[in-house]
């Protein structure tokens, strides 16, 4: 069974910083590609970035590009995404999600329960 879960979420100032970690489990961590994707209130899903570790690559949705890095540790099947320079509407339910995800996708075969972000003075 693919489990996903997410932590690291909290309350941040403007500018400030936040890591979120995914631990995952049921499938072979190493081999696979892993999206993180965030929904704000009343919005939809939306891509932020995904990894792609067995081919040295990495995406980014252009709102955080230079200020968000993917990255993840086999030895722990931990996905991580670290958030620098946060802006006001970056507040979002982060997601985990297996898969290579792109600009637009909303669909994702699995998902972890989230993680939320807030992003206020």
């Known amino acids: 069974e693919v489990q996903l879960v997410e932590s690291g979420g909290g309350l941040v100032q403007p500018g400030g910083s936040l890591r979120l970690s995914c631990t995952a489990s049921g499938f072979t961590f190493g081999n696979a590609a892993m999206s993180w994707v965030r929904q704000a209130p009343g919005k939809d899903l939306e891509w932020v970035s995904s990894i792609y570790n067995y081919i040295h690559s990495t995406n980014y949705a252009d709102s955080v590009k230079g200020r968000f890095t993917v990255y993840l540790d086999n030895a722990k099947t931990t996905l991580y995404l670290h958030m620098t320079s946060l802006k006001t509407e970056d507040t979002a339910v982060y997601y985990c999600?297996?898969?290579?995800?792109?600009?637009?996708?909303?669909?994702?075969?699995?998902r972890g329960q989230g993680t939320q972000v807030t992003v206020s003075s």
């Open positions: 999600a297996k898969g290579w995800g792109s600009f637009g996708q909303t669909e994702y075969e699995y």
